[in-house]
Structures are given as structure tokens and as C-alpha cells.
């Protein structure tokens, strides 16, 4: 019709050239294009189609009459939209994809593109539309997404970590078993290079092939390699490496495989380890070892074979085993070889040669260790020809004695059997037989013996062939004649011919036997009668000693102890008590009989479990004595204290017989001290304010000049500051012993504290006593330079000064000198100050680390004193874990050394 113009005519044969299937209709709904492509895949001519109506283009598609897309240019077909994959627009162009069966085949994917037309108005027209058969595109992409997801799958779910790398060594893309293998998160490990992760020595290997792979040589390697995880642990992986290549041979991305390996790698390196240790034990024998094959190629050998041979280990491997053979001992090799094989081991001698062309014989114990490719035989090799020389000197010294014995004495019997079997007899041994030597060799030793000495021999031959020994021993032998001979039997192994034997030296001892037999039948009686005599003398004396000293021992003794004035008790060595002395019936209110037969217990055990136990362990199994406080409680429930001392009394096999226990009663004492100790405690208190108040006065008084004071009441004064500073020394040594007593003085207050200028310090604060007392004080330090040690500074510099006060005090006045002493020993600091002073008397010297307790001479000398300066020291030095002791003689002087250990503070 008029549509159809020249330039539509064109545009038709244009639409003729289109590839994809095309028709067009009007605004009628008849067709007006159809081109060769779609009469192609319809199988429906041009002619037969155009200007048909009534949907007839959909017949070759959909088999029915139906509006297709571009029905929807003219009118939108909401009911048909659900028939279409997706229905896209873009302006008024309609693209679609559906599933059509083209000619009633199977359906194809088919896609399609609707649009307008127009007339020169702008006016719609028609519409047009274009179809393509996408159904093997669809494939494909349905394949690749299938691959591409099966890869996903696989990137993830693999026990192998995978990674995309790229060029630079970064991570593009990581799977979930390489983060856990490496412990980081994915945007952890994307965020780093894979060099950084490696562990540094690995680093070059990895490098190296990543290289080769950039510049094109390699298109992939493999290789163990460690990495550092995030929480530092190493692990070994194994790692494949591949490539993707761009199209111009460059690297697009790289692709790894990781293996965690670390189970291997660590067996690897236990098996390197064990095999280590096993060449260092082919190492260390003493014999040569050798490694080779079936045909006596030797693989391995050890460092004393090179000794043994003098050849080097590389002249030996590779080698066969015959170079360290004797031309004549090479023959056997493959015999030996092929017996070893049977066997699986062997042993035998052989003879060696070494480099130098010497020989030397050999033991050999060889083993086969493989029978797989060419077989492995190990062998050690020990060189015997000392062994060797010795044998050859014992068959000559054989020979010589052999001579020696024919020669022997008529009354000496020598032979030589095996089992019994003589082989070898001397001719005393023939003579007296009375056979043939012939008629003798072969015969057996049993032969010439009674039934009873039979026994005895074979008892013997049994115990020597068991590897015990065989004393001398008496038999008697006899011979055809039936005479008999007393003889002495010695034996000894030896080798006879080459074997094992018995060699034994008979003599004859008839006649001394006889003459032994008398004698002894006569002595033993004179021995019985002698040994009745003085048995009955000797109890009779015994009886007699005892009892006469005893009696007048004990009766001494228990005069002495019944009536003591301290409670003393006998227990045997379970605690039974077996005696009682009058005094304890009178404290502990029990009588004497209600004591006996009981323990110790019936005082009270008011004491800890602990207590009782050290008690016990000390006095039974330390067998010392022991002396301590209890509180016990007497017959009336009065609880007491009591001081008691146990001294374990044991016999001459140091085992305990009785326990003697002394005690008294101490709770006055106590209550005594107690009071003592409250009464220090509160008036040293009141007085510290009015003394240092005191000192404050005489002090101010004795600087200010503008008192006009006269000469005498200045020297009154000081008099008077120097009374008040005893005075206050004293209130502070009483303040210690009442702090002491309270328990409050039981914390150190440690620092490390240099020792000398400590001292210098002590000293220097002496120094002006002892100018008044003309006392030299001398310091010889041997400690360490610049010394220190951990303690209580004020309590040690305290107790040091008491020390040096009293070896001043305590001097004779002229050429005094007081010499102070510091070492360090075994780790112990030493402290010892020496006076030549008056000394302690030695009566006093038990009490004089007693509170308030003075010497004799100390008291009746005029220095004041307070007995309070070494019990503080001792108790300061002792809280420390130190020890101070002292050694004094009257009228010559005292030392007094302290320690003080810096390990146990
Ligand atoms: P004080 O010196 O105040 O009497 P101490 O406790 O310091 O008290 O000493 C106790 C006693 O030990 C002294 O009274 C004296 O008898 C004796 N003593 C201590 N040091 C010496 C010494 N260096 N030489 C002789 N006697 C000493």
C-alpha cells in the first residue's frame, strides 16, 4: 500500500541484511516485514506471511494466535508479562526474554528488542521487532556460573588455603582455611604482602621462583616454606605456585596452594634427629662399622674404621669391602656374603689389611639391615690381635709348664680332664695308678674314686662349669691295688688344645692327715677343759663386780636424786615412767605410785600437737637433750608453768634406754617478768618527756655564754647533761626491751645498707669515750669494696654500738684497745670486736646475754651499766637470722663476733 515508498523499500532490503530474525506490522496488526532470518528460523516465507492479521505471526513461535512484544509498543499486555523472563524499557524500547518452542520444538531462550514506528508526522505506525535465539549463550553462562560457583565452593571449602596473589606479592583474595592457617582475618591478611608474612629465612628461596615466574622462565613451582602467624607461632606449609597470564605474556594474577605441613615437617626433622644420634652411635663404638650392599660396595663407615685401616672416609665409601681384606681372607667375600644372607647374621675372625700393607686379625659380626634394592649389611669390626697374640703366648706357656709338671715332686698328681675325661696325666700320676699312661688318657677320673668322693668331684666339675669357684677341697684316690691316698685337690680352667679343660694338682697328704688327726683329737680336749675353767671363773668375777659397784653407785645416786628440789622423772624409751623423786610428788600433787607406769601425758598435754612431736623427734631420734617450757597441769586441774629438761641415756648400740626428765616450776618466775616488763614499759614512758626535756635545758643553758656561768658550775652542769645522757640511754634501752617483750620489734624494716661507713659511723660516735677512757679503737675491714648488705639499719648500727660502748667500758684504762674486725666467709658477714678489758668471769659468762644481767667484775668496776645493751643486740642480730657469741677470759679481754647472712634475710 502507500506506505511501502521508495525509501521504506530500501529500509526493507537493509532489514533484509540483518542478521537477527525481524518482522514489523501496522497499526492493523498486519505484517509488513519479514525478513530472511526470521523466515529462516520459522520456516515460514515472506509471502506467505505479510499482510496477515489476526496474530498469525505468532503461530511459528507459540503455536497459538497471541500478542508477542511488539503487540505491547500499541497496547501494554499486563497479563502476558508473567509469560516473559523480565519485559525491560528504555524510552519506547522493549527488550524481553522468554522461552518459546519455535515450530513446536523444544522451547529456545529467545531474546527480543520492540520498538515503534513512525511516520515523517511522528505519528505511530507500527512496530517492529527483533529476535535472537540466545539459548546457547544461556548455556554457557548458566555452565560458567555453575564453574564459577563450584570454584567459589572449592576456594572455600578446601582443606588447602588458596590464594589469588598478585604481581607485587600482595593478596587479592584469601580462602577461610588460610586465614585459620595463618591466623589472621581476611582483612587482615589482604591488607599485607605475603613477604612480610614469611618467615625471614624462607623469604629468598620463595623470592627467587616468584621472580623466574615474573620474567617469564616458570610457569609455576613448589616449595616447603614457613610463615610467621599473627600470634607468632611458625608454621611450615607447602606451597604450589601457578600463573595466569595476560595475553601479552605478562603476569595477570598468580595463584597459590598452601598445605599446612607442619606435622610433617616435624616428623622429618625427629627423623633427621634419630638419625643423627644413630651415626653418633656408629660413631662412638669402639669397633670399625661398616655399611655395604650384597655386592660389598661399602655406603657408610665410621671414623675408627679410617683408624683401624688408615684409609680416609672418602677412600672407603664407594669402595668394596674386600680393600680392607688380606688378598687371601677377599676369596670368601662372596661366600660370606651369601651365608650372611641365609642367616640374616654371621660372625667370624678374618684378617685385615691396612693401607700401609700390614695385616691385623679381626673380629666380624655382620648383620643384614635391608634386603631391598642391592640389600644393606652392617658390620662391626673389632681388631683382635692382642687376643690373638695372647692365645699364641698361652699355648706356649702351656707347653712350658706341660714340661714343668712331668718334673714334679713324687707326691704331686697333676691332670688335665674335660667333663670327667682325662686327657692328659703327669707320670707320678702314672705310677701310682699302676696302668698303662695308654690305658689312663680317655679313661675317667670317677674311676679312681669311692662312691662318697665321686660325688664331691662332680659337684665340683658342675660349679666350674656354672662359672663359680672351686675352693681347695680333700679326697681320697685310689688305685688298681685298691690303695689309698689322702690328697688335696686345686684346680683351674684352662684351655687344652684349644678347648676348654680342667687342670688339677693333687697332692698327697696321707701322711700329714694322719698325724693332723691325732693332734687334733688330743687338743680339743685340753681346749674344752680350759674354756669350762674359765667360764665359771669369769661369771663368778662378773657376778661379783657388779653387784659391789652397783649397789654403792646406785644407793650414791639415788640418795642424790630422791630428794632434789627439782621434779625428776625416769621413763624407759616408750615414755613409761619407772621412777619419781619426792620432790615431784610434792609439786605435781600425784603420789609416787600414782606416777609409776604412766607417761608424761598425765600432766595435762597442754601444749601444741606440733610441740609434742619436735619433742619427741629431738630427745628419741636426735638423742639430744632438750630443754623447753610446758604448762602442765597437777593433780588438783592448777595449770603451771614448768621449765623441763630431757636428756635421752642411751647404751652402747646408741639406742635410747631411759629418758630423765627434769622440771621445775617457773610460773612465778613468769608472773615476776611479766610485771617486770609492764613496769619498764610504763616508766620509761613517763620518763622519756622530763629527760629530754632535760637535755633540751642543760643544753641551752650550756651554750649561752651570756649565763656568766663559773668554771666549776659549767664542769657541774656537764656532770649533770652527761648523768641525764646515761639516763636517757637508759630509757631507751628499756623502750627497746619493752617493745621487744610486746612483740613490736618482730618486723624489719630492711634496706640494702653499705656495712663499713656504717661502722665508721659507730665508731665516730664512740670516739669521744673512748678518747676519755684513752681506748684506741682500731678498724680492719677485709670485706669486699663498698659492701652491702640487706638489714635493719638502725638494729644492727644499735647493736654494733653497744658492742663498741662495752669494749671501751669494760677496758683496764690504760692501753686499752678495742680492735674491731669485718670479713666476709662462706658467704657470711662477720663482725667481731676484740678488748683487752677486764673479761667475763667465767661463772658469769652463762647469763650474759640476760636481760639485766652484769658480770661480777662489771658491777663491782666503776662503769654503770643496765644488763639491757647486749640482750637488745643479741635479739636484734638474732631477728635477722644472725648468730653472736662471745669468748672471754677474766682479766685478759673478750671478743664478741656477730653474723649476719645476706641470703637468708
Ligand atoms: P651493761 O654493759 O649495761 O652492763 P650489757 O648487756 O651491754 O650491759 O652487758 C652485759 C654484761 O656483759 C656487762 O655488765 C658485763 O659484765 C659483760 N660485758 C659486756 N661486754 C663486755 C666486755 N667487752 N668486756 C667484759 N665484760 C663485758
Not at 205 to 227: C, E, H, M, P, T
Request: with cysteine; aromatic share 10%; hydrophobic share 35%.
Amino acid at each position: 500500500s502507500k506506505i511501502i515508498s521508495n525509501t521504506q523499500k530500501s529500509f526493507k532490503d537493509i532489514l533484509n541484511f540483518i542478521p537477527d530474525p525481524t518482522l514489523a506490522i501496522d497499526r492493523s496488526g498486519k505484517v509488513i516485514y519479514w525478513n530472511r532470518a526470521i523466515e529462516k528460523m520459522t520456516g515460514v516465507k515472506a509471502e506467505d506471511m505479510i499482510g496477515r492479521g489476526n496474530y498469525e505471526y505468532a503461530l511459528p513461535f507459540y503455536g497459538v494466535r497471541r500478542p508477542i512484544l511488539l503487540n505491547f509498543i500499541f497496547k501494554y499486555q499486563k497479563d502476558l508479562e508473567k509469560k516473559y523472563h523480565f519485559i525491560k524499557r528504555a524510552g519506547v524500547v522493549l527488550t524481553t526474554e522468554a522461552d518459546v518452542p519455535v515450530r513446536g520444538g523444544k522451547p529456545r531462550v529467545l531474546w527480543a528488542k520492540a520498538s515503534p514506528l513512525y511516520d515523517s508526522e511522528g505519528k505511530i505506525i507500527g512496530a517492529i521487532e527483533s529476535i535472537r535465539d540466545i539459548t546457547d549463550r544461556k548455556i554457557e553462562e548458566q555452565k560458567l556460573k555453575e564453574s564459577e560457583s563450584r570454584f567459589k565452593g572449592y576456594f572455600n571449602m578446601s582443606g588447602a588455603g588458596i590464594a589469588i596473589t598478585s604481581p607485587e606479592k600482595g593478596w587479592i583474595e584469601v580462602n577461610k582455611e588460610l586465614c585459620l592457617m595463618l591466623g589472621y582475618s581476611r582483612s587482615e591478611i589482604l591488607s599485607k604482602t605475603w613477604s612480610e608474612m614469611t618467615y625471614p629465612d624462607d623469604l629468598a628461596a620463595d623470592v627467587k621462583q616468584f621472580d623466574r615466574i615474573l620474567s617469564g622462565k616458570i610457569d609455576s613451582y613448589n616449595l616447603d616454606k614457613r610463615f610467621i602467624r599473627k600470634d607468632k607461632k611458625v608454621v611450615w606449609t607447602n606451597i604450589s605456585v601457578g600463573c595466569v597470564r595476560e595475553s601479552n605474556g605478562n603476569v595477570d594474577y598468580i595463584i597459590a596452594l598452601l598445605v599446612d605441613i607442619s606435622d610433617r615437617k616435624n616428623s622429618e626433622l625427629k627423623l633427621k634427629e634419630s638419625h643423627r644420634r644413630y651415626k653418633m652411635i656408629v660413631d662412638n663404638v669402639n669397633d670399625a662399622f661398616y655399611l655395604h650392599d650384597f655386592k660389598g660396595r661399602i655406603l657408610d663407615t665410621n671414623e675408627n674404621a679410617c683408624k683401624m685401616t688408615g684409609y680416609t672416609r672418602n677412600e672407603l665409601i664407594g669402595a668394596n669391602a674386600s680393600i680392607v681384606d688380606t688378598p687371601e681372607q677377599a676369596e670368601f667375600i662372596p661366600k660370606r656374603i651369601q651365608r650372611l644372607i641365609k642367616a640374616g647374621k654371621l660372625l667370624f675372625e678374618s684378617q685385615h689389611r691396612r693401607k700401609d700393607g700390614t695385616y691385623f686379625w679381626v673380629s666380624v659380626s655382620a648383620k643384614i639391615v635391608s634386603r631391598e634394592d642391592g640389600g644393606l649389611i652392617e658390620a662391626f669390626v673389632r681388631d683382635i690381635t692382642d687376643q690373638k697374640q695372647n692365645e699364641e703366648r698361652l699355648k706356649e706357656s702351656e707347653e712350658r709348664y706341660r714340661n714343668l709338671i712331668s718334673n714334679l715332686p713324687k707326691t704331686e698328681y697333676v691332670l688335665v680332664h674335660r667333663k670327667g675325661e682325662l686327657l692328659w696325666v703327669n707320670d707320678n700320676t702314672v705310677s701310682f695308678l699302676g696302668r698303662s699312661k695308654k690305658e689312663i688318657i680317655g679313661s675317667s677320673v670317677f674311676d679312681y674314686l669311692e662312691k662318697k668322693y665321686q660325688k664331691i668331684v662332680l659337684e665340683n666339675i658342675n660349679k666350674r662349669a656354672a662359672g663359680k669357684k672351686v675352693g681347695d677341697y680333700e679326697i681320697k684316690i685310689k688305685n688298681k691295688k685298691g690303695e689309698q691316698r689322702n690328697v688335696l685337690v686345686r684346680g683351674s680352667s684352662v684351655n687344652y688344645e684349644g678347648w676348654p679343660a680342667i687342670l688339677l694338682v693333687l697332692s698327697d697328704i696321707t701322711d700329714m692327715v694322719k698325724k693332723d688327726e691325732e693332734l687334733v683329737s688330743v687338743n680339743n680336749k685340753l681346749e674344752q677343759s680350759r674354756e669350762a675353767i674359765l667360764n665359771v671363773l669369769k661369771d663368778i668375777e662378773e657376778q661379783r663386780d657388779i653387784s659391789y659397784k652397783q649397789n654403792i653407785e646406785l644407793a650414791k645416786f639415788k640418795l642424790a636424786v630422791d630428794n632434789a628440789s627439782d621434779d625428776i622423772i625416769i621413763t624407759d624409751s616408750k615414755g613409761v615412767i619407772l621412777y619419781a623423786n619426792f620432790a615431784s610428788e610434792k609439786n605435781n600433787g600425784y603420789s609416787i605410785n600414782e606416777i609409776i607406769g604412766k607417761t608424761p601425758a598425765i600432766w595435762g598435754k597442754q601444749m601444741p600437737k606440733e610441740f609434742y612431736e619436735n619433742f619427741w623427734k629431738t630427745i628419741k631420734e636426735d638423742k639430744k637433750s632438750c630443754i623447753c617450757e610446758v604448762i602442765n597441769k597437777r593433780k588438783n586441774g592448777e595449770l603451771y608453768t614448768a621449765e623441763i629438761r630431757v636428756s635421752p641415756i642411751v647404751n652402747d648400740r646408741n639406742e635410747v634406754e631411759f629418758f630423765v626428765g627434769i622440771s621445775h616450776d617457773i610460773t612465778k618466775l613468769k608472773e615476776l617478768d611479766r610485771a617486770k616488763s609492764e613496769f619498764v614499759s610504763v616508766a620509761s614512758h613517763q620518763l622519756k618527756t622530763p629527760v629530754s626535756g632535760m637535755k633540751w635545758m642543760l643544753e641551752s643553758i650550756l651554750k649561752n655564754r651570756e649565763n656568766n656561768l663559773t668554771e666549776k658550775q659549767i664542769t657541774d652542769l656537764k656532770d649533770v647533761y652527761e648523768n641525764n645522757e646515761r639516763m636517757i640511754g637508759l630509757i631507751n634501752d628499756l623502750l627497746n626491751i619493752s617493745r621487744i617483750d610486746s612483740g613490736k620489734y618482730a618486723l624489719l624494716n630492711l634496706a640494702k645498707t653499705e656495712v663499713v661507713p656504717m661502722i665508721e659511723r659507730a665508731i665516730k660516735e664512740s670516739s669521744q669515750f673512748a678518747n676519755d677512757r684513752k681506748v684506741k679503737i682500731v678498724f680492719h675491714d677485709h670485706l669486699p669494696l663498698n659492701y652491702s648488705i640487706n638489714i635493719d639499719h638502725d638494729k644492727i648500727y644499735q647493736a654494733i654500738l653497744n658492742l663498741i660502748f662495752n669494749s671501751i667500758k669494760y677496758s683496764k684504762f690504760e692501753g686499752g684497745v678495742s680492735e674491731i674486725t669485718t670479713e666476709l666467709k662462706n658467704g657470711e658477714f662477720i663482725f667481731s670486736i676484740k678488748d683487752n678489758g677486764i673479761g667475763i668471769p667465767l661463772k658469769n659468762q652463762r647469763y650474759i646475754f640476760e636481760k639485766f644481767y652484769r658480770a661480777e667484775n662489771a658491777s663491782t668496776s666503776q662503769a654503770s651499766g643496765s644488763g639491757l645493751g647486749l640482750y637488745i643486740g643479741k635479739y636484734f642480730i638474732e631477728s635477722h637470722k644472725g648468730r653472736v657469741w662471745f669468748d672471754s677470759k677474766e682479766g685478759v679481754g673478750t671478743t664478741f663476733t656477730f653474723t649476719l647472712r645476706q641470703d637468708l634475710i
